[in-house]
């Protein structure tokens, strides 16, 4: 047998505990993006990896424990964005880049989606805790970063998700056009 073909005959090389595990979340990431804590099957994230659930069980404790480092992974994303955003734009456009660099999170649907199943599995008093911890934590770090107003924040917040909710509903046009929104939500009676 030829070297090339030994070489490629060889037993490939092993993940590590930490990258099976790194891909463990990215694939949850995806999948309770889609069908939240409670509609998604842990089968279907291991059968992606490729390990088995005891396997996964053993790393997480439960589902909610790989659903808790999905939330984490998704906010971590969402800090490296803002951080990088801020350090390419210096101290006086921080906050402007930081605005900018959320689009970027729009355009991550697995990521935009995992945020607003984190918020949406918040009745569950573990998850709400970190979602709350971590809300804060992004909150402490983009006025830290942009010296921005408890005003400025709140408008920064509340676009974001309003964002989300665009985005995550497929709705181009208001990300484009403010007036949009203003016009779904008159109380007009459009048949007179």
Known sequence: MSREMATKTETPTRQTASARREALVDAAVKHFALTGLHGTAVSAITDEVGITQPYAFSLFGTKKGLFLAAVERSFDR?????????AGAGEEGAFDAMKESYGGVLADRSLLLMQLQAYAASGDDEVRELVRHRYAQLYELVRE???ASRDELAEFFAAG????VAAALDIPKLLLDDTWLADCLSLKDDAS
């Open 78 to 86: 969402v800090e490296e964005t803002f951080r990088a955003a801020a």
């Open 145 to 147: 970063l942009s010296g």
């Open 161 to 164: 998700m309003l964002l989300n």
